[in-house]
C-alpha cells in the first residue's frame, strides 16, 4: 500500500463540521462592511518577491525568516503573499484607482508566513482586511475603527476585547526618535538579549515590541515616541480620540505599539483579547501614509486594517459564541421503490424552484424506510419528505416533521412548496 500523503505541518483542512462557523463570520464581515459603503477587491495569491521587500521591509522578521519566496522557471523571485496591504496598494497602481480618488475596499482570503505553529497561528492562514484610500483626516481613521467595533458586536465580542491606539508620527519625528532610542539601547546593550541587538540599528521600533519579559524593565524606560511626535501628528491624534470618545468607542494609549510592518505612520491600533493566551491580537491595523508612492503610485493617504479568521473563529468557539450551525439540510427527501427513487430527483428540483433559499438534501443509494430515516436525522433537516410508490401514483408525498412533536401530513406533490414557504 502507498504511502498516505498528509497535509505540509501548518497548513490545515476546513473540515465540513468546521466550514459552518467560518461561513457565519465571513457573511457577518461582508454585510458589515458592505453596510459602510466599501468594496470587494481580489488580487492573486502569488506576487513579485520585491513587492514585500519594498512594502514591508527587508529588514522585518516576515521578509527574513518567514516568506515562502521561490524562483520560477523564467528565474523570477516570486513570494506566497504574506499580507494583504502590499497586494491591494500594487493592485490599485497598476489598474489606476488610486491617485485623486477615494477607495474603500476589502479583500480576503489566504496568507502564508514560514513561522513556528501554533495555536491561532499557521503558516496557511486567512485573513480579511479593508483599505480606504484618498482621504488624509483623522475621521477616516475612526471609521474604520468604528467599523470593526460593529464586527465585534455583531460577532458578541465587545465584552472580550479592548482597543489600544498609538501614533507613530512623520517619517522625521520618527527619524529624530529613532535616533534617540539608539542612543539610549546602546548603553543598555549588556541587557538586551538576541533578537534586540540584532534589530537594535536595522528596525529600532521593534525593540519595543519585544515579549521577552527580562527587557520589560530597560524598555519602560526607554524614550517615549510621544515626545517626539510632530504638530501636525499631535493635531490628528488628539482629532482621533475626540471622534472615538464621541462615538462610544473606549480606548487606551499603548506607547509601545509600533506594529511589525514598515509601512505605517501616524496611527496605529490593536484590539486585544486576554481569551486565547499569547496570541492575544484580534484585529490590527493603521495609517500607511507613504506606501503607494513608494510602491510606484502618486502620493495618496490610506488607513487600513486586518484580521485572522482562524484566530476569529478560535475566540468565538473559546466563548461559545457561535450559533448551532451542524444542519446540512432544510428539508430531506426520500424515496421508496423503483418508481419514487425515478421520480425523486424531479420532484427535489421543483421545489428548489419554488423554494429559493432552502436547503433540500434528496437521499440517494436506497435502501428501507429507518436507514433513510436515520439520515435524515443526521443531516439536521428539519422536514422530512417520503414519497413512496403508491403515493406517486396518486401524486401525492408525506411530510414528517423531524424535529417537531407534530402530526405528518399528506399533501399533494403540487401543494408542498405552498406549505412549506
Known amino acids: 500500500m502507498s504511502k498516505q500523503i498528509q497535509a505540509i505541518r501548518g497548513m490545515n483542512d476546513c473540515l465540513p463540521q468546521d466550514t459552518p462557523a467560518w461561513q457565519y463570520v465571513e457573511q457577518i464581515l461582508r454585510n458589515t462592511v458592505a453596510s459602510y459603503g466599501y468594496s470587494e477587491i481580489r488580487f492573486p495569491i502569488v506576487e513579485m518577491t520585491e513587492l514585500f521587500k519594498r512594502s514591508i521591509g527587508e529588514?522585518?522578521?516576515?521578509?527574513?525568516?518567514?516568506?515562502?519566496?521561490?524562483?520560477?522557471?523564467?528565474?523570477?523571485?516570486?513570494?506566497?503573499r504574506p499580507e494583504g496591504t502590499a497586494c491591494c496598494v500594487r493592485a490599485g497602481n497598476e489598474h489606476g484607482l488610486l491617485y485623486n480618488q477615494e477607495q474603500r475596499?476589502?479583500?480576503?482570503?489566504?496568507?502564508?508566513?514560514?513561522?513556528?505553529?501554533?495555536?491561532?497561528?499557521?503558516r496557511q492562514f486567512h485573513q480579511f482586511g479593508l483599505e480606504a484610500f484618498g482621504m488624509a483626516s483623522a475621521d477616516i481613521d475612526a471609521e474604520v475603527i468604528i467599523l470593526s467595533a460593529r464586527l465585534w458586536q455583531q460577532l458578541g465580542l465587545t465584552p472580550y476585547v479592548k482597543l489600544e491606539l498609538n501614533s507613530l508620527g512623520s517619517s522625521a519625528s520618527r527619524a529624530a526618535y529613532r535616533e534617540a532610542l539608539v542612543s539610549y539601547l546602546e548603553q543598555h546593550k549588556a541587557l538586551l538579549d538576541e533578537d534586540s541587538l540584532r534589530r537594535m540599528y536595522s528596525n529600532p521600533l521593534r525593540v519595543l515590541d519585544s515579549k521577552n519579559p527580562a527587557l520589560a524593565d530597560v524598555l519602560a524606560a526607554a524614550p517615549q515616541l510621544a515626545d517626539y511626535l510632530d504638530e501636525e501628528s499631535k493635531a490628528h491624534f488628539t482629532r482621533l480620540q475626540q471622534l472615538l470618545s464621541r462615538a462610544g468607542i473606549a480606548f487606551s494609549l499603548n506607547p509601545r505599539l509600533v506594529r511589525g510592518l514598515d509601512y505605517y505612520n501616524k496611527t496605529v491600533f490593536?484590539?486585544?483579547?486576554?481569551?486565547?493566551?499569547?496570541?492575544?491580537?484580534?484585529c490590527a491595523g493603521g495609517r500607511y501614509d507613504g506606501l503607494v508612492e513608494q510602491l510606484g503610485g502618486k502620493a495618496t493617504p490610506a488607513v487600513g486594517f486586518a484580521l485572522g479568521l482562524e484566530r476569529l473563529v478560535l475566540l468565538l468557539q473559546s466563548l461559545n459564541l457561535l450559533p448551532q450551525l451542524a444542519a446540512t439540510a432544510d428539508i430531506y427527501l426520500m424515496a421508496l421503490g423503483d418508481a419514487a427513487e425515478l421520480a425523486a430527483l424531479?420532484?427535489?428540483?421543483?421545489?428548489?424552484?419554488?423554494?429559493?433559499?432552502?436547503?433540500?438534501?434528496?437521499?440517494?443509494?436506497?435502501?428501507?424506510?429507518?436507514?433513510q430515516l436515520k439520515r435524515a436525522d443526521k443531516s439536521g433537516a428539519a422536514i422530512g419528505l417520503i414519497l413512496g410508490e403508491d403515493e406517486l401514483a396518486r401524486g401525492e408525498i408525506t411530510l414528517k416533521w423531524l424535529r417537531d412533536d407534530k402530526p405528518q401530513q399528506t399533501l399533494l406533490i403540487t401543494d408542498v412548496a405552498a406549505v412549506l414557504a
Not at 59 to 80: A, C, H, P, Q, W
Not at 114 to 121: A, I, L, M, N, S
Request: net charge positive; charged share 25%; proline share 4%.
Open 346 to 371: 424531479t420532484v427535489a428540483e421543483q421545489l428548489r424552484s419554488a423554494l429559493p433559499g432552502k436547503r433540500i438534501m434528496t437521499h440517494c443509494g436506497g435502501g428501507n424506510l429507518k436507514k
Open 270 to 282: 490593536e484590539w486585544v483579547t486576554t481569551e486565547l493566551g499569547a496570541q492575544g491580537t484580534v
Open 105 to 122: 475596499l476589502w479583500y480576503t482570503g489566504p496568507m502564508f508566513r514560514h513561522e513556528r505553529p501554533q495555536k491561532g497561528r499557521y
Open 59 to 80: 529588514v522585518t522578521d516576515i521578509v527574513e525568516k518567514e516568506m515562502y519566496t521561490f524562483n520560477d522557471r523564467n528565474g523570477d523571485s516570486l513570494t506566497l
